[in-house]
């Protein structure tokens, strides 16, 4: 059944058989071969450019697998007929080359023989047929893009990026031209550029959901990406393409979360890597969490880098040592509960000599978190460029999180380095009964400051 935004394509599946089978013989072959790469008989409703002249950017929200980077791609191919530039930004290297141009929805796939650009991966560069160029830039680069002058642009992903000024740089830039013009296809988070961009009045923004492109998407794809994510709260951003406002309750919200970009990172006075190591390794697709952070030597902390993934044993150590040598970290940190001996052993096993502490939970997850959060309330963390997925871990901490199915695992790691890095705000409360007395029998006694 051919949906509210249905495509020429649709409602032409959408006929009965017989008058259907009438229109396709009516068509001579070269037609239908044609009609193979001609974007306007398959682009539904929400996938076609605004009308009009009185807008500058196009932002689409849209849900997993809608069509979006479809969608960008064959507006870059649209444009670069009427303009010699036409510019690329990826959230990072890989994705703009393996989703954007080389991907099953990007450039390359899209365009018939005769339109399709040479790709100049070494210079980042496509090369159009009739002259037009696009340079590719990348979100995690976004000094590249300063400086830089763009006609048209086309953003994938945005709500992803690491580093938001790069929006800052490449807006500044876009000003070649009579009609200066961005598409931005993203699923959406609520994060600033995109909340901004939505408030602007020279946005057109467009909304669509995972559903509306069911018939294109693999069966399977389709059916793991609904499972993943119906019902539950991000999936009413994952699918639906809603902006999520904060969760009531939450320990972290957006607000709460400053970002720094590399360059403004003052020196640093101690580093650690935190894991907090999945229940079991295999069939559970629990992820490694796997944190950087350091205490500045301005006495703020940063967090560095999150490097968290499903992993096995191996794969988590190796990525904790890397990180550890890569950071010229102080020491590795992991919580044992579950894995008792086995963490240290695989940790040793990649790195004989790397300093280890073990730590245990004594005390619950909520209780741990609530002190870190108390640090970002009084403005003494920054976050170096975004990470979504802890950042949406944090933001949607609520003292009941651990009755939902999937477990902050990065937050655990994150908190599990926090607490290393501030150790006099996680200690436990001593009993008056526990206290070091100060003075021994001779008043001097080991329990005084020449123990120290
Ligand atoms: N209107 C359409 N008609 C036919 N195929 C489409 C249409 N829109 C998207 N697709 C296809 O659906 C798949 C998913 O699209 P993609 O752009 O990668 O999704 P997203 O970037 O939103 O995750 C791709 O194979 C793409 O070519
Ligand atoms: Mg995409």
Redesign the pocket.
């Known amino acids: 059944m051919a949906g509210i935004h249905a495509?020429p394509?649709?409602l032409l599946a959408s006929l009965p058989t017989a008058e259907r089978q009438k229109a396709i013989e009516s068509l001579s072959l070269e037609t239908k071969a044609q009609l193979a790469h001609h974007?306007p008989f398959?682009?539904?409703q929400n996938?076609r450019e605004p009308e009009g002249d009185d807008w500058v950017y196009w932002l689409i929200l849209?849900?997993?697998?809608?069509?979006?980077?479809?969608?960008?791609?064959e507006t870059v191919r649209q444009w670069v007929k009427t303009c010699e530039m036409v510019n690329l930004i990826g959230a990072t290297v890989d994705d703009a080359r393996d989703?954007m141009i080389e991907?099953?929805?990007g450039i390359l796939?899209?365009c018939p023989n005769d339109e399709r650009p040479v790709y100049r991966k070494n210079e980042s560069k496509l090369l159009w047929p009739n002259g037009a160029v696009s340079l590719v830039f990348t979100a995690d680069a976004p000094e590249r893009l300063r400086g830089k002058q763009h006609m048209r642009l086309w953003a994938?992903?945005m709500a992803s990026w690491r580093y938001g000024e790069a929006w800052d740089q490449a807006k500044f830039g876009l000003r070649l031209g009579p009609h200066p013009r961005a598409v931005i296809?993203t699923?959406p988070r609520p994060v600033k550029n995109i909340k901004d961009l939505v408030k602007d009045r020279a946005t057109i923004v467009t909304r669509?959901t995972?559903y509306d492109?069911r018939?294109?998407?693999a069966p399977t794809f389709f059916e793991e990406i609904v499972k993943r994510y119906e019902g539950t709260r991000l999936g009413r951003q994952e699918l639906n393409a809603e902006i999520l406002e904060d969760v009531p309750g939450a320990l972290w919200t957006r607000e709460m979360i400053t970002h720094l970009p590399a360059s403004a990172l003052p020196p640093m006075k101690r580093i650690v890597v935190a894991i907090d190591p999945p229940a079991t390794s295999g069939e559970s697709s629990n992820e490694a969490g796997i944190i950087v952070d350091g205490l500045g030597e301005d006495g703020r902390a940063y967090v560095l880098a999150d490097r968290s993934g499903v992993m096995t044993p191996r794969e988590w150590a190796v990525a904790a040592v890397t990180a550890f040598r890569e950071f010229e970290a102080d020491r590795i940190v992991a919580e044992v509960n579950q894995g008792g001996e086995m963490v240290e052993q695989v940790i040793r096993s990649v790195d004989t000599h790397v300093p280890f502490k073990a730590v245990r939970a004594s005390r619950g997850k909520y209780v741990r978190a609530e002190p870190i959060s108390a640090l970002y309330a009084r403005g003494l963390v920054d976050h170096v460029g975004q990470f979504e997925a802890l950042e949406d871990q944090m933001c949607s901490y609520t003292p009941d999180f651990d009755r939902g199915n999937s477990s902050p695992d990065r937050l655990d790691a994150h908190v599990w380095a926090m607490s290393d890095l501030f150790p006099s705000m996680v200690a436990e409360k001593k009993s008056p009964l526990t206290r070091p007395k100060l003075q021994g029998p001779n008043g001097l006694g080991a329990q005084g400051w020449m123990a120290r």
Do not use: P, V
């Not at 849209?62 to 791609?73: L, M, Y």
């Open positions: 495509s394509a649709e974007w398959w682009a539904r996938q849209a849900g997993r697998g809608f069509g979006k980077t479809r969608t960008g791609a989703i991907g099953e929805s796939a899209i994938d992903e296809t699923t669509g995972t492109n018939a294109n998407l």
